[in-house]
């Protein structure tokens, strides 16, 4: 499973980046709008420290509109990905963008059918937000199940990325049911390192290696 860092914050995936185990970075028009940067700005720093796929969401509504973004931002790196929203304008972008070898991730997927439709149009990623499912009573991985089966059946090549995640359980979640990828806020990253018996045990190894050897 690839793990992709879910921010606009150049410093948070500097640090997560020295760990090794991030692939890709997913950014979205609201977390650009907190770093309080422009998009352009930040993508062109982001793929100089990680070199994986970078998804940038384009703000257009309309077909020409998402392809004229889309190319601007595709030009700044080969490793940036069209993030396209999950409409009828964004699936026929996607389309052209499938065809014109330019990657793509869906976004703002809540259903099986729209999954499906994005993997028509040859979407590189396809985005179900299992938070904000949850948020609404309904099943997050659940769904992020659904497609696997489904892309399965079919033999889809677009990747599953279990997006929206909230806490490392999604995590789990997610990588049980079969997600290709989870991207994740800096701080669920960070939570997948801690469990209270490694720190109780790690403490408890560091004392006796401190008593054996005369060491205070
Ligand atoms: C990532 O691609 C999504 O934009 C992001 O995970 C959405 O997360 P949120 O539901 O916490 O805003």
């Not at 770093?35 to 990680?50: H, L, P, Y």
């Not at 004229?68 to 490793?79: F, P, R, S, T, V």
């Not at 309904?138 to 059946?153: A, V």
Request: hydrophobic share 45%; net charge negative.
């Amino acid at each position: 499973m690839d793990f992709f860092l879910d921010t606009g914050e150049v410093n948070e995936i500097k640090e997560a980046a020295k760990w090794g185990i991030i692939d890709g970075v997913t950014t979205n028009p609201s977390l650009i709008a907190k770093s309080g940067r422009n998009q352009f700005d930040v993508i062109k720093e982001i793929v100089e420290i990680v070199n994986g796929p970078i998804s940038a969401e384009v703000i257009a509504t309309d077909v020409d509109g998402m392809i004229k973004e889309g190319e601007e931002l595709a030009n700044i790196h080969e490793n940036v990905v069209i993030k396209l929203p999950l409409t009828e304008a964004g699936i026929t972008a996607c389309k052209w963008f499938s065809d014109n070898q330019i990657k793509t991730n869906v976004t703002l997927c809540f259903s099986v059918n729209q999954a499906l439709l994005a993997a028509k149009n040859g979407a590189t990623f396809i985005s179900p937000f299992i938070g904000r499912l949850d948020d609404i009573g309904h099943d997050g991985p659940g769904l992020i199940e659904e497609i696997r089966n489904i892309y399965d059946n079919y033999g889809f090549e677009t990747k599953i990325l279990a997006a929206s995640i909230r806490h490392a359980l999604h995590v789990r979640e997610a990588a049980m049911v079969g997600a290709d990828v989870a991207t994740m806020p800096f701080k669920v990253v960070k939570s997948l390192f801690k469990h209270p018996l490694t720190d109780k045990g790690l403490e408890a190894f560091l004392n006796d290696h401190k008593k054996a050897n005369n060491l205070n």
